[in-house]
């Protein structure tokens, strides 16, 4: 069996892994020149740790990372508000939760699929069709090659190609925010070792983590309008400036990123179709349940996604049963997740001050650390099958 998957992003390469690891012949085609992100930190929680232990690359990325044995939760004061113990969920679901610098995860997964097979990871292929042929599926790309295949995968991000092919345009979801994130070198010290800080303000959240050796990765989300526009110094400038009173190093960690180096997008997300796919052809990740990041499960789902459909595709018969397997299998989790990080970035982004002091006060009870937990344990709960070949090449 041949599978071709167009993206190589977190999805696509988790999911050329996945597929040879069951025996089946898999290509990912990625339209960039190169596999590269730079400047962003992520986060992968127990269950994505446990689905890179199924692609055989749990060791690499945890010594890649930093363990997080611990979260808390701030108002710019100071002032906390609650924490997590995450060294609790790494004993009970029997794997540790992880923040990676981005680039270095693709760099994981983009090598081991290439050891599997050196085929596996093509760039500068831009996929602009595809259609069936000959009971399968012929893919066309921009430089007029063609590609036939026995299925057809779209791990292609949230403006996915494949999707909008399949089910036409949809507009996108803007959630009211937009998010700064950057990469710290050398303050460290300003974050105790295996803790995550979050802060909560006014139409405003920020989150640090450390990310490797001597780094901290850093988000800060603002309430704003759509597609609006950093100030004439520059976002470095703008997030000081909005940071003045806070009394938590977030400001520190800030200054200590080059200003060149600090991305800037408006929060979107997809909330997952009823319908994933069509015949031998389905989605994947972003490009079928992007989901916004505050719960930190984007790269998570992807890379269950991949596990599900190489454990559906090498055990089910015909392609098109496998692939509807994988799609029902996936669908209720998937839309728990968007929905639930929805929810919650609704709460934290609230601006109104009674709402925000109403938020506040409740955070700090008992009754809110344990709804916390349960969301949690939910989130990190997933049975993933192991990936034994089955079937053949």
């Not at 990325?61 to 808390?72: D, F, L, P, R």
């Not at 974050?191 to 959240?205: K, M, S």
């Not at 597609?227 to 009173?245: E, V, W």
């Not at 299998?329 to 970035?345: M, P």
């Amino acid at each position: 069996m041949k599978a071709l998957i167009i993206g190589g992003g977190i999805g696509g390469l988790s999911t050329a892994i996945a597929l040879q690891k069951v025996g089946i012949q898999a290509f990912a085609c990625e339209k960039a020149l190169q596999i590269t992100e730079v400047g962003a930190g992520l986060s992968l929680w127990s269950n994505a740790i446990i689905a890179a232990r199924r692609l055989g690359v749990e060791s690499k990325i945890v010594n890649a990372g930093s363990v997080i044995e611990k979260t808390q939760s701030a108002i710019p004061s100071g002032e906390l508000l609650n924490e997590t113990d995450f060294s609790a969920f790494a004993r009970k679901f029997g794997a540790p939760s992880v923040c990676v610098h981005r680039a270095e995860l693709q760099g994981i997964l983009r090598d081991t699929a290439l050891s599997l097979n050196p085929q596996a990871v093509q760039t500068n292929r831009k996929c602009i069709s595809f259609k069936e042929k000959n009971g399968g599926i012929q893919a066309a790309f921009d430089d007029g090659s063609h590609e036939e295949a026995d299925v057809l995968i779209g791990a292609d991000g949230i403006h996915s190609v494949v999707r909008e092919s399949l089910f036409g345009v949809r507009k996108q979801r803007y959630a009211g925010y937009f998010a700064w994130r950057g990469i710290a070198d050398g303050v460290s010290e300003l974050l105790p070792e295996g803790r995550a800080l979050f802060v909560v303000g006014r139409g405003i959240q920020a989150g640090c983590f450390h990310c490797g050796k001597k780094r901290i990765y850093w988000f800060i989300t603002c309430n704003a309008p759509e597609h609006s526009q950093p100030s004439p110094a520059g976002n470095k400038h703008d997030i000081l400036r909005m940071l003045d009173q806070w009394r938590t190093p977030v400001a520190q960690i800030v200054e200590a990123t080059d200003d060149h180096a600090i991305l800037r997008n408006d929060i979107i997300d997809s909330p997952p179709r009823a319908t994933w796919g069509r015949g031998r052809i389905t989605l994947l990740g972003d490009a079928i349940h992007a989901t916004t990041p505050n719960l930190g499960q984007g790269a998570c789902q992807a890379m269950e996604d991949a596990v599900f459909l190489a454990h559906s595709l090498s055990t089910i018969s015909p392609v098109e049963d496998a692939l509807r397997q994988y799609e029902s299998l996936r669908q209720e989790r998937t839309k728990f997740v968007v929905d639930q990080s929805w929810q919650l970035g609704k709460l934290l982004q609230l601006s109104n001050p009674l709402g925000v002091w109403l938020r506040d006060t409740l955070s700090r009870t008992k009754y809110a650390n344990a709804q916390t937990v349960n969301l949690f344990e939910r989130m990190l709960d997933v049975q993933l099958p192991t990936l034994e070949s089955s079937v053949t090449s």
